[in-house]
T-cell receptor, first 114, second 108 residues
Framework: EADIYQTPRYLVIGTGKKITLECSQTMGHDKMYWYQQDPGMELHLIHYSYGVNSTEKGDLSSESTVSRIRTEHFPLTLESARPSHTSQYLC????WGQGIETQYFGPGTRLLVL | RKEVEQDPGPFNVPEGATVAFNCTYSNSASQSFFWYRQDCRKEPKLLMSVYSSGNEDGRFTAQLNRASQYISLLIRDSKLSDSATYLCVVTSDYKLSFGAGTTVTVRA
């Protein structure tokens, strides 16, 4: 099992609220990622980080922001939640083993914005 | 053109059957290949890496064809618990690209 954690697992919140989705990993991985996935749909990369103080936008435009102050922590923030932000948010980290870089996912946060 | 393409399925098979499906990738310089499994409303989990020589893990066999730029997954003696969406993942220039997934449903 991968040591990557997300909180909260489920969140129902009203429009306009500021929210932060937490993600942490204890594997010492430098690379971390945030994906957005709607039910039955494919994963979309929205943010990634190659290490402390590194953050990049992914393939899918997102109104969220991220920070990477510590290696193990990669929180995602929505300043003003909207119903269109309703989705599942998956955090992942990747590390090298046996010559291959492998990505591991957290359990996800299901967000519902009313 | 998407970097990774998969037949979405669904593949509906009876228990005990063999099911196989492919994934094609566009970047000929791709370096690493994986199959992930995602259950409904769960996170993707690594099923197996795919090596150039092909590899087996129990009832699962993965093959890589670099010339034709595809990887395949074969499931033998399928179980009800194999019902899931199988995601193809390809690494190019240290960037991971995910396919949209192939849904497999195993029926009793």
């Amino acid at each position: 099992e991968a040591d990557i954690y997300q909180t909260p697992r489920y969140l129902v919140i009203g429009t306009g609220k500021k929210i932060t989705l937490e993600c942490s990993q204890t594997m010492g991985h430098d690379k971390m990622y945030w994906y957005q996935q709607d039910p039955g749909m494919e994963l979309h990369l929205i943010h990634y980080s190659y290490g402390v103080n590194s953050t990049e936008k992914g393939d899918l435009s997102s109104e969220s922001t991220v920070s990477r102050i510590r290696t193990e922590h990669f929180p995602l923030t929505l300043e003003s939640a909207r119903p269109s932000h309703t989705s599942q948010y998956l955090c992942a980290s990747s590390g090298w083993g046996q010559g291959i870089e492998t990505q591991y996912f957290g359990p996800g946060t299901r967000l519902l914005v009313l | 053109r998407k970097e990774v393409e998969q037949d979405p399925g669904p593949f509906n098979v009876p228990e005990g059957a063999t099911v196989a499906f492919n994934c094609t990738y566009s970047n000929s310089a791709s370096q690493s290949f994986f199959w992930y499994r995602q259950d409904c409303r769960k996170e993707p989990k690594l099923l197996m890496s795919v090596y150039s020589s092909g590899n087996e893990d129990g009832r699962f066999t993965a093959q890589l064809n670099r010339a034709s730029q595809y990887i395949s997954l074969l499931i033998r003696d399928s179980k009800l618990s194999d019902s899931a969406t199988y995601l193809c993942v390809v690494t190019s220039d240290y960037k991971l690209s995910f396919g949209a997934g192939t849904t497999v449903t195993v029926r009793a």
